[in-house]
């Protein structure tokens, strides 16, 4: 019910602006996904996807709601809900603002529940040689049930490119992360029956890293091969400065770890390599291929040799692959004051080899996805 009343609270928010310029959007995705929680242990399941948008144009300013609700047809009771509401102004040079997101889900299932609220601010530089981008951000991030991972984030983006007059496009970016866990210490008790259905009673105390601090940098480079065809490739590295110790790595096996459940790149480090084709045919069509290897290294994490046992002295260690295809095509309707059909088929399979048994899976998708903007 707080759900429904905020979304009419915000529907009727943005209408109630006269002199504002409204629109729509809805998108649906239909996917058959055959390890959605991408487990060595796989429970396959049709997964459908549904979104919307409200945006609410005010010249520079705009207000605008997504929400995305999340079906697993065979596992129902995993569904749930995501919503965002963003406040920003725009202009030619710089772009601010504030978001705020959160994710509920079903019943028992709350575990994963979190929210998030960030400002941000961006700015475009240019001059004869380069465009320059710089795009500081703070964030503030709790977890409903997992106290002991509330942080506070800084993150500095920059993006910096050159094109050149053979078509070649060259990139230059990055981003500095520093993350400060603001309950590192978490302690209560827990209750257990041993060997002779005795109940006891033990004190227990959890202590986390106290901050995290993370660099990331990439080239990229794109090619214009034809007037229809374009081909790039991408080298990026992420570097963790901490030292972790083995007692921060107990946390993995109680409460998770951000860099899996939540995917927060703070938490991980190595090398990721990409090679991408896009190739326009029939006039309208878009033909998109990638191949991405990615090489991760988890320090806040140790390994699991099997599905029980759990080692710190060990830090888990993952070759990723991934190869993905899809089209798509925009379909535009002048009678309809310009809307916009968009439709695209996609497909996607991962190999994750890991060292750690309950990383090491294999995923494969395949799905429809139809949008609607007017």
Do not use: C
């Not at 053979?166 to 209750?191: A, E, H």
């Not at 888990?316 to 925009?330: H, L, P």
Request: proline residues 2%; without cysteine; charged residues 15%.
């Amino acid at each position: 019910m707080k759900k429904i009343n905020f979304i009419i609270f915000v529907s009727a928010l943005m209408v109630s602006q006269i002199n504002a310029q409204l629109s729509f959007g809805i998108n649906t995705n239909q996917q058959y996904n055959n390890n959605p929680f991408q487990s060595p242990i796989p429970i396959e399941s049709l997964v459908s996807t549904y979104d919307f948008t409200i945006s609410n144009n005010m010249n520079e300013y705009e207000l605008s709601y997504y929400g995305s609700y999340i079906n697993l047809i065979k596992i129902p009771e995993r569904n749930f809900y995501w919503h965002q509401l963003a406040f920003t102004k725009n202009d030619s040079v710089t772009s601010l603002g504030v978001v705020a997101e959160q994710r509920i889900g079903k019943d028992v299932y709350t575990y994963f529940d979190f929210k998030n609220i960030y400002v941000f601010y961006s700015r475009n530089l240019t001059n004869d040689f380069f465009n320059i981008n710089i795009n500081p951000l703070l964030s503030y991030n709790t977890y409903d049930e997992i106290k002991i991972l509330n942080n506070i984030k800084l993150t500095l983006n920059y993006k910096i490119s050159k094109s050149l007059e053979n078509g070649t496009t060259l990139f230059l970016g990055g981003s500095f992360n520093f993350k400060k866990y603001l309950n590192p210490t978490q302690s209560g008790y827990y209750t257990y029956l041993d060997s002779n259905n005795v109940l006891h009673k033990e004190f227990y105390t959890d202590q986390n890293i106290n901050s995290l601090v993370n660099l990331s940098s990439y080239v990229r480079i794109a090619q214009s091969v034809t007037e229809t065809t374009g081909l790039a490739f991408q080298y990026a590295n992420k570097t963790i400065f901490n030292k972790i110790s083995d007692t921060n790595k107990e946390l993995n096996v109680i409460y998770g770890d951000e860099s899996a459940i939540f995917d927060d790149p703070a938490n991980l480090q190595g090398n990721f390599y990409a090679v991408e084709l896009t190739q326009i045919f029939m006039e309208d069509w878009q033909l998109r291929l990638g191949y991405y290897l990615n090489k991760k290294y988890y320090p806040t994490q140790g390994v699991y040799e099997d599905s029980e046992n759990y080692f710190l002295n060990k830090m888990r260690t993952d070759k990723q692959t991934i190869f993905g295809i899809s089209i798509s095509k925009a379909f535009t309707f002048d009678f309809l004051n310009e809307s916009n059909l968009n439709l695209s088929l996609n497909f996607q399979s991962i190999n994750n080899n890991s060292n750690s048994y309950w990383f090491n899976y294999k995923n494969t998708t395949f799905g429809i996805n139809l949008g609607y903007q007017f």
